[in-house]
T-cell receptor, first 115, second 114 residues
Framework: GAVVSQHPSRVICKSGTSVKIECRSLDFQATTMFWYRQFPKKSLMLMATSNEGSKATYEQGVEKDKFLINHASLTLSTLTVTSAHPEDSSFYIC???????????FGSGTQLSVL | GNSVTQMEGPVTLSEEAFLTINCTYTATGYPSLFWYVQYPGEGLQLLLKATKADDKGSNKGFEATYRKETTSFHLEKGSVQVSDSAVYFCALSAYNTNAGKSTFGDGTTLTVKP
């Protein structure tokens, strides 16, 4: 089956630094990728939708300048949390979908802890 | 807009007990319905899906039937195991009408005790 690789799985950083999370589709072309944030014991909150080669579409309330999303190729999307603060600590998950597919393939998630 | 409402947890069962996690939805168009499972510290994995009314999705002993008349997609398993302990998410995807976004329920935490 299709595989989505997300790295790193866990990152600890100091307040004010930036963190980049990568999401790669390993065996299919991901025309659309989604980025979610998940708080403990809560559902997934969609942050943004990115289509290859175009600007990401952010959900209401998500700061574009803080959560930079790049989807430069059909196999890679990145989420950069800029000037991270403790309130940005969360579990971030990506998912990917190929052209014509309804099913989402999820990365394994990244636990971000900002000290 | 689209929405998914699923049974609140947590749910705690003994091994070999029968499981039902309720899920109802509202959507425009004709959505596909999914159940995803999330194990601790991991991303979500597709458990099963159904793409049209009366379809039954099944996998690993879990089943769910797409009921258009009751707008439901309840998850069932006849005999749960300790290894089934996880968070279960009901979701819908209306690909042609909603830019491919999926709508997720809030998740139901299942704990199975030996």
């Amino acid at each position: 089956g299709a595989v989505v690789s997300q790295h790193p799985s866990r990152v600890i950083c100091k307040s004010g630094t930036s963190v980049k999370i990568e999401c790669r589709s390993l065996d299919f072309q991901a025309t659309t990728m989604f980025w979610y944030r998940q708080f403990p014991k809560k559902s997934l909150m969609l942050m943004a939708t990115s289509n290859e080669g175009s600007k990401a579409t952010y959900e209401q309330g998500v700061e574009k300048d803080k959560f930079l999303i790049n989807h430069a190729s059909l196999t890679l999307s990145t989420l950069t949390v800029t000037s991270a603060h403790p309130e940005d600590s969360s579990f971030y998950i990506c998912s990917a979908r190929g052209q014509g597919y309804e099913k989402l393939f999820f990365g394994s998630g990244t636990q971000l802890s900002v000290l | 807009g689209n929405s998914v409402t699923q049974m609140e947890g947590p749910v705690t069962l003994s091994e070999e007990a029968f499981l039902t996690i309720n899920c109802t939805y509202t959507a425009t168009g004709y959505p596909s319905l999914f159940w995803y499972v999330q194990y601790p510290g991991e991303g979500l994995q597709l458990l099963l899906k159904a793409t049209k009314a009366d379809d039954k999705g099944s996998n690993k002993g879990f089943e769910a039937t797409y009921r258009k008349e009751t707008t439901s997609f309840h998850l069932e398993k006849g005999s749960v195991q300790v290894s089934d302990s996880a968070v279960y998410f009901c979701a819908l995807s209306a690909y042609n009408t909603n830019a491919g976004k999926s709508t997720f329920g809030d998740g139901t935490t299942l704990t199975v005790k030996p």
